[in-house]
């Protein structure tokens, strides 16, 4: 893929971020790809440190696809119901490791499309492994990235693929991987879905959001 040449604009929201959070790191609890991958299934609708309060638990039951494989759905929906939606993640869970086992010999493949084609995992998934797991950089589109994205004007669109192509285009492709991460601790802490912390934003001069929240004049 081509990438478009990268405005001032793009350059100067990099720099910012880069500055905000000069290392980032994914906030799961993992030891390898298999865990990573387990962690970020179970992500979905959750907040990582719920995850992260289930999987120390989780992976001293079970370590393996293997494990997993065997394991009754049941017992696995037990061991994460806390994560919500608890039934679907532990069946993918489980399906995910039965495809691991039949077509990767139980090792977590390196590829997209490998990765997307195991039950459970979509392309936020994907891009997390293999990004985190393997330093293939790889754009990750949670609601954070997505929204704050939009707000840039860097994508006009909803959908996350076509979002995660947008961002390709125009965002160098090393630093794919970060800057998702950089976006997602941007979100978490300035640019929330609800009223949004614009008066003190550090991007607020490049970002062209029509709904800012105003400044309180005392």
């Not at 995660?164 to 090393?174: C, T």
Request: hydrophobic letters at 35%; one cysteine or more.
């Amino acid at each position: 893929m081509a990438p478009k040449k990268i405005t001032e604009r793009t350059v100067a929201i990099l720099k910012i971020l880069d500055s905000l959070y000069p290392q980032v790191t994914p906030q799961l609890f993992y030891r390898n790809p298999f865990e990573l991958l387990v962690a970020t299934i179970l992500s979905a609708q959750c907040t990582d440190n719920q995850v992260n309060r289930v999987t120390p638990g989780l992976f001293k039951r079970m370590r393996t696809p293997h494990d997993f494989a065997k394991t009754p759905v049941a017992e696995i929906e037990g061991l994460v119901r806390s994560t919500g939606f608890y039934r679907n993640k532990a069946r993918n869970i489980k399906g995910c490791c039965e495809a691991l086992i039949e077509r990767h010999g139980g090792q977590v493949p390196r590829t997209l499309e490998e990765l997307v084609a195991l039950p459970g995992v979509g392309r936020k998934t994907a891009n997390v492994v293999l990004g985190a797991a393997f330093d293939t950089p790889g754009v990750v589109v949670d609601t954070h990235v997505g929204r704050i994205s939009g707000r840039l004007g860097l994508t006009k669109h909803k959908d996350p693929k076509k979002i995660e192509l947008d961002l390709m285009h125009i965002i160098p492709r090393p630093e794919w991987s970060d800057f998702s991460l950089r976006l997602i601790f941007f979100g978490r802490e300035t640019c929330s879905a609800r009223k949004p912390k614009c008066p003190i934003c550090p991007l607020d001069h490049l970002c062209p959001y029509p709904h800012k929240t105003p400044k309180i004049i005392s």
